[in-house]
């Protein structure tokens, strides 16, 4: 049999890759970069441990935990401390742990009266049922009122997306929030009467899910995927063309040609608008190029040109390290997320040396600060030395921070997460299109199935069933 191309080493392509190899199905992985992991990466320097991109997975689902068992990572697993179970959001300019419980919400100054309220009555709200798609501000101004969404939601938002919830979708973007409200009437009743489903399914919301890393950091998965892949990694290999033929496809790189059953895409909607691919459709491709004034041309190129448009805003991740006892807050949770009205300029801030041992020498703190997204892009440009101050400059604020990191790190990344805004719809169904007319053409990962890292393990298990259930059929 002829190997499974996978266009793209991040973790979506690297778990995709591992389970069909261990399918029996022979793989080859081609990643236009130098090494695998795509924003996962983890750097050990002077003590401390620095993540470039995400910082925990999450256990949402039993594949996941199933891929760290097949991979023989168990041993290498680390859990947070259990003392890094509070979660904060910033209001009156200073961090307010998060309620943990429903006397606990009652009793938080986050909210006023007035919200707290707004959530008593959210049951008796009458869901919507027109099928006009919502922004998650307006979804959340319609149940909740404004305040839960300045104060609350939109720095959920920032956290997860990076992104602004008056763009964002939310049967895209949160579709478990708009499935409550489909099949229960009310969020809350849906939390109350939903958990049997949940149960069943052994899905875990995200804020309850139980978090993770590795004792080196994430980098720990993908290389260990890439370890037990070998030979069939072919790193610095970018892929210029697809070609459909009769017996499978042709990917063309800059070394040349090499013949495939099927093709899995795991990279990035910009760089898949990027690819050529040419099908053995009649004339006339199901997705054709559009001709002058609109007219439709006869082609058999996939016109894949509408991804470039999704939106990837830039975010900068901000890695310093303290002395303890200059740092006026404990710092003993999670971290804590910053609504845009609270006037700050990052967008929040995990507490990496609380979460996981050996983050950072004995009496200092790594603390993980992420600036730009679609708040203010602007700012993830600029130079490393002014995002330090920009971040210092919010932390003495917020933490009571002072005197000089005696740890620096930055990394941006100028297309960081893809936008699922209102209007995405068109995007996945262009997807779903693609793949039903062109045979052996797979897609998966972050812009497709979800952001997070946890969503986009599951999306390399998925499609690797998915891929082996059509070579058998």
């Not at 049967?171 to 009467?193: R, T, V």
């Not at 997460?417 to 262009?430: A, E």
Request: net charge positive; with cysteine; charged share 25%.
């Amino acid at each position: 049999m002829k190997s499974v191309a996978i266009i793209g080493a991040g973790v979506t392509g690297l778990t995709a890759a591992f389970y069909l190899k261990r399918k029996g199905v022979p793989v080859t992985v081609y990643e236009g970069s130098g090494r695998v992991g795509g924003v996962i990466q983890s750097l050990r320097k002077d003590g401390y441990l620095a993540e470039f991109g995400p910082n925990t997975i999450l256990e949402t689902s039993p594949k996941i935990a199933q891929l760290i068992r097949d991979a023989g990572l168990q041993a290498r697993r680390l859990d947070p401390d259990p003392k890094a179970e509070a979660r904060y959001v910033v209001r009156y300019k200073r961090p307010i742990a998060m309620p943990g419980s429903p006397l606990g919400f009652f009793t938080t100054e986050l909210f006023t009266l007035k919200a707290k309220l707004a959530v008593l009555r959210e049951p008796f709200v009458r869901p919507r049922r027109d099928g006009v798609e919502e922004s998650i501000a307006e979804f959340v101004i319609r149940r909740l009122g404004q305040e839960f969404l300045d104060h609350a939601i939109d720095a959920l938002v920032a956290g997860i997306y990076a992104g602004d919830p008056y763009k964002l979708s939310v049967p895209h973007a949160f579709p478990k929030l708009k499935a409550l409200e489909d099949k229960y009437g009310s969020m809350i009743k849906g939390q109350i009467f939903g958990a049997r489903d949940r149960k069943k399914s052994g899905e875990v919301a995200k804020d309850r899910a139980p978090k993770f890393s590795f004792d080196e950091g994430l980098q720990v998965l993908p290389e260990t995927l890439a370890a037990q892949l070998g030979e069939a990694m072919k790193l610095n290999t970018s892929v210029t063309k697809l070609t459909q033929m009769t017996s499978g496809w042709r990917v063309t790189t800059q070394g040349g040609e090499v013949e495939h059953c099927a093709v899995i895409f795991c990279g990035t909607a910009p760089k898949l608008a990027e690819v050529r691919i040419e099908t053995l459709g009649r004339a006339g491709s199901p997705l054709p190029a559009a001709g002058a004034h609109g007219v439709t041309r006869p082609t058999n190129t996939l016109d894949l040109s509408p991804f470039s448009e999704i939106r990837y805003p830039p975010v900068a991740s901000v890695v310093l390290g303290f002395r303890r006892e200059d740092v006026a807050h404990p710092c003993e949770g999670f971290g804590m997320l910053i609504p845009k009205i609270e006037g700050f300029k990052i967008l929040g801030t995990i507490f990496s040396s609380s979460l996981f041992p050996n983050r950072a020498p004995a009496g200092h703190h790594t603390l993980t600060s992420y600036v730009g997204g679609e708040r203010y892009p602007e700012l993830a440009s600029l130079p490393a030395e002014k995002l330090y101050e920009v971040v210092c400059e919010d932390l003495r604020v917020l933490l009571g921070v002072r005197g000089k990191p005696t740890f620096q790190h930055c990394v941006v990344y100028p297309k960081a997460i893809p936008q699922y805004n209102v209007g995405y719809g068109r995007y996945r169904d262009l997807m779903t299109e693609v793949e039903t007319k062109v045979p052996g053409l797979f897609l998966a990962g972050h812009y497709r199935d979800g952001v997070s890292l946890s969503d986009s393990i599951v999306s390399g298990c998925n499609v690797a069933e998915r891929v082996a259930q059509s070579l058998t059929s």
